[in-house]
């Protein structure tokens, strides 16, 4: 696999390194990345030399989100028999079979470590919250700032995570949360310095290298499906049909516009203003 890969994968030492690419747009998820990083997932699943996964990513940031440049152009009708976008049902047919490809990191039999640096927004917290442990540096940027005007969650483990008013208090106004603090309400299991942040997540990887395959997938799999007695997968996909019914308010239709006519970073900029400075701190 080639550097200009949008996803890079690697096993070494009982782990499979698997690195978002795109650190020129902050590896924002475009639909080949996320087609790419699901199939490297169950590659890695099934390669019986991998006792863990390790999610990272290279550049600045750990994922920025959904590439918006796509994800809000005019929305697209029918073409020939194939669905369009226009209809409520169409946009939450699309929006729960994206949601299949990131499910991978919850099903597969192995578990997942995501290693977050830098933003960690809208998407990429849709990648990260749906692996199994978080490691995170002090100052990592946790959010989902789209909630303000384009949509909601297409899906949801932070109220599993955090709580119910966590959950609500971050996601009903789109701030942020550092790492250090998001540690402190569970959404993350340690922070550390961004320096020492690859050291600290190759050792725990080295410590689970150390177990049978079979008992980490044993042991996985049952705290995951304690989450599904909960609701955990059913909320899932009640996220992704809610998110489609967000992308009808008014204020998407907006911020669309303004992506067409004006460009994403000015669509981002009026989104935004109004809050400030919108990290929450403990």
């Not at 998110?243 to 992506?259: I, K, M």
């Amino acid at each position: 696999m080639t550097d200009e890969s949008p996803v890079l994968y690697e096993v070494r030492d009982g782990t499979a390194w698997i690195t978002l690419n795109r650190p020129a747009k902050r590896n924002a998820l475009s639909e080949s990345l996320q087609e790419q990083l699901s199939a490297l997932l169950w590659d890695a699943d099934e390669d019986n030399r991998v006792h863990a996964v390790v999610l990272k990513a290279a550049g600045p940031d750990f994922c920025s989100g959904y590439d918006l440049q796509k994800y809000d152009q005019p929305v697209p009708g029918q073409v020939d028999h194939r669905r369009g976008r226009a209809k409520f049902d169409d946009d939450a047919w699309h929006q729960e079979r994206a949601q299949r490809l990131r499910m991978a990191l919850f099903d597969m039999h192995k578990p997942v470590i995501a290693q977050v640096h830098g933003r960690c927004l809208a998407g990429g917290t849709d990648l990260a919250l749906l692996c199994d442990i978080v490691i995170c540096s002090d100052d990592a940027l946790f959010g989902f700032p789209p909630a303000r005007s384009q949509g909601s969650l297409p899906s949801h483990m932070w109220l599993y995570l955090v709580g119910p008013q966590w959950a609500k208090r971050l996601l009903l106004t789109g701030d942020s949360i550092r790492g250090v603090d998001a540690v402190q309400i569970g959404l993350a299991l340690k922070a550390v310095p961004a320096d020492t942040l690859d050291a600290e997540v190759a050792a725990l990887a080295g410590r689970l290298s150390l177990i049978d395959a079979d008992l980490l997938s044993a042991n996985k799999r049952i705290v995951n499906l304690g989450l599904e007695m909960m609701g955990a997968r059913t909320l899932q996909r009640m996220a992704a049909e809610m998110d489609a019914r967000g992308h009808l308010a008014a204020s998407r239709f907006q911020f669309n516009e303004t992506v067409r006519t004006q460009g994403l970073k000015e669509a981002v900029r009026r989104r935004d203003e109004p809050f400030g400075d919108a990290v929450v701190k403990l």
